[in-house]
């Protein structure tokens, strides 16, 4: 094979673990070397010259479209001025976080960091801080980042379920001990800890949708109960909303579930793939940030991300991208739907808006248990077939689709029309 993917991945594994910046992306080498060299709209295209219509969506952040030429140019007007100052605040800092404070309705406060680990990482500080206390809770199935303080329970094997599990090597001891993981949807087992615990409870943790295993949709009385109990216990709410905000909504889904957390994590899709998070939330609690709390970073409120963040708010606002996307989105699980019940495959499509997922499993989803046993094989071969078909989306079995502006009907039928050829034969 002279393919220059399998060329370029073979030098890759010599000095690049895996051949990947991140475990995750590793995967995608699966069923052969992904090598992207350029991408535009919905399209990706790799170094042989293979077009792929993307849903990995570099795991979600690309909204508007790959290369969107205002982004683009918005962030090279700013580079042309200075690509990093390190200094003092600048006016567009100012712009974005006054925007970020009208649009998400727990923000009165905003801090720039670079990714989404260092805001959950920051945010778990501040509530620590602010309770001066250190035990926090997170929900088997949800994901925050690789830290320490959270690195647990993501997706774990079936048998450690329910106790906590370290999602690598290395992970502090003392952070096993400070954090408690608990079952999503499940008010009466929060309930119950809080009865027992809620006063040694720093902070409470969520994706209010854990979309790091396809998509669980929340229950509205569970969303309520650790609104209501944090508030009673003086603990800090804090709903981690990189999936979430702007993508399904650009006030976050706080807005549409009606629960206002104290903290807010933001990030991915409002820079379109730019390297940019924020943590935003009460100004009672985010003003003891650079008062005795350290929230730091060289790159932190970088010029040329938020002038993306800018750029990209403005045309989700002037092009109502989330109402287009979140009904596209409704199409799709409906026609794989009605694919998964013409072929007879023992599956279900999950989702909410402009993220789907097909799961090689029956039944509700309403927990991480529920999600636990999908058939991972299958998955791994239907991404395959799917990636032949000139469909591009990771081969884990628990991750998930994701919509841009620049999918349409067209990308529906074909994705529907190849699910259909692949789905009638793996399931053979
Ligand atoms: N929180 C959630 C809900 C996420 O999905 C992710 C990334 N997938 C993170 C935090 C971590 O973000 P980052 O990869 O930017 O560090």
Sequence with gaps: MSLRSFEIYEKASKIIPKAAQTGLRAETHYPHPFVPERAFGC???DVDGRVYTDYH???GPILLGHNHPEVNEAVKEQIEEGVLFGAGVCELEVEVAEKLVELIPSAEMVTFVNSGTEATYHAIRLSRAYTEREKIIKFEGCYHGWHDYVAFNVNPPKE?????YPQSRGILKAAYETTTVLPFNDKEAFEEYMAEHGEEVAGVILEPIPHSVGAIIPKRDFLKSLRKETKSYGSVLIFDEIITAFRHNIHGVQEEFGVIPDLTT???SMGNGYPVAAIVGKEEIMSLVHNGVLVSGTYSGHPASLAAVKKTIEVLEREKVVEY???LGEEYRKAIKDVIEDTETKARVVGYKSIFAIQFAEGEVVDYSS???VDREKFKAFAAEMRKRGIFFTPNPLKRCHLSAKHS????EEFVSSAFEVLRRIDA
């Design 409 to 412: 009907e067209k990308e529906l």
């Design 43 to 45: 399209k990706i295209v």
């Design 160 to 164: 450690k379920m329910g106790r906590i």
């Design 57 to 59: 969506l570099a795991f």
């Design 371 to 373: 999600v636990v046993d």
């Design 325 to 327: 996307i979140s009904k």
């Design 266 to 268: 933001i990030g991915k």
